[in-house]
């Protein structure tokens, strides 16, 4: 403690307070597992769901709002691995279609979409990279 003023600001540059490239990593991958998984559940369900509209017990509506929903979430998924702003806009719009869809349409699909539809848009955001960054 050679400094006369401890309380002082350092005077040199100072380095990130951000994590490692490790985590992000390890939330780009935990995001793509549960986006898989869910496109997963669409895929299985998807014929259950194309007879529970031609019976009447769902809208075409609620139907293509799900299925919307399924590929803004893949798209946003995909997009958090580049580290794009644009991954929550994305993951916003397929949380909002999960819930549109679950308006008129009460589905294990549509809630674990929409949860698995905020997460990845949180990450997407948490780990974004601003426009500065991009440019430099």
């Known amino acids: 403690m050679n400094d006369p003023n401890p309380y002082r600001a350092?005077?040199?540059?100072v380095g990130s307070t951000r994590t490692g490239v490790a985590s992000d990593v390890r939330w780009q991958a935990a995001t793509a597992v549960l986006a898989a998984l869910q496109s997963v559940l669409a895929a299985v369900y998807g014929y259950n769901s194309i007879e529970l509209l031609r019976q009447g017990d769902i809208s075409l509506v609620a139907l293509l709002s799900a299925m919307l929903a399924t590929a803004l979430l893949i798209a946003g998924a995909a997009l958090v691995?580049?580290?794009?702003?644009?991954s929550v806009y994305l993951c916003v719009l397929s949380a909002a279609g999960y819930?549109?869809?679950?308006?008129?349409w009460y589905?294990?699909?549509?809630?674990?979409?929409?949860?698995?539809?905020?997460?990845?848009?949180?990450?997407?955001?948490?780990?974004?990279?601003?426009?500065?960054?991009?440019?430099?």
């Not at 350092?10 to 540059?13: A, D, I, L």
């Not at 819930?99 to 008129?104: I, K, M, N, S, V």
């Open 99 to 104: 819930a549109l869809a679950l308006l008129q």
């Open 10 to 13: 350092p005077s040199g540059r």
């Open 107 to 136: 589905a294990d699909l549509a809630l674990t979409g929409m949860a698995i539809a905020t997460a990845t848009g949180v990450v997407g955001f948490l780990i974004g990279r601003p426009t500065e960054e991009r440019r430099s």
């Open 81 to 86: 691995w580049f580290r794009s702003r644009a």
